[in-house]
């Protein structure tokens, strides 16, 4: 039975396109991971400040060998490089719950950092991150 793990971003006004460059710079790296199944990135359109990254995997051996492999970490290094650059006054200490980047995106920020960030490529385009987790019960696509 197919996992869905849904991480919802908090993205900062303005930062939503880098957010979204950043995304699209990694476009077709998670596809090459055994067990993935889809992707989606979803872009709010009113006034809403979360994002949604919807994957679904094979189970949820494939999805936690994703996050332990190093296309996760070097991607999610990258991010975090990219907003220590440009925003040195963010708080330290911050990331994901339990230590751990939870829902793999590569929008830079650690939970709790400058939420205005770098108006450019650099700084976080995400200030906090949540991960919903689900089992698919029943679905449909068209034939």
Excluded: C
Excluded at 59 to 80: I, L, P, Y
């Amino acid at each position: 039975m197919s996992v869905v793990r849904i991480n919802v971003l908090q993205v900062p006004e303005g930062r939503g396109e880098v957010l979204e460059q950043r995304f699209a710079s990694r476009a077709g790296e998670v596809e090459k991971v055994d067990g993935f199944e889809s992707f989606e990135l979803l872009r709010p359109t009113e006034n809403f400040d979360r994002y949604l990254v919807i994957t679904r995997w094979r189970d949820e051996e494939a999805f936690q060998a994703w996050m332990s492999s190093m296309a996760f970490q070097q991607g999610h290094a990258r991010s975090a490089a990219d907003a220590e650059a440009t925003d040195a006054e963010a708080p330290a200490g911050g990331g994901h719950p339990g230590g751990a980047p939870e829902g793999g995106h590569p929008g830079g920020a650690p939970e709790g950092g400058h939420p205005g960030g770098a108006p450019g490529g650099g700084g976080p385009a995400a200030v906090g991150s949540e991960l919903w987790s689900f089992d698919v019960v029943t679905s449909a696509t068209k034939a």
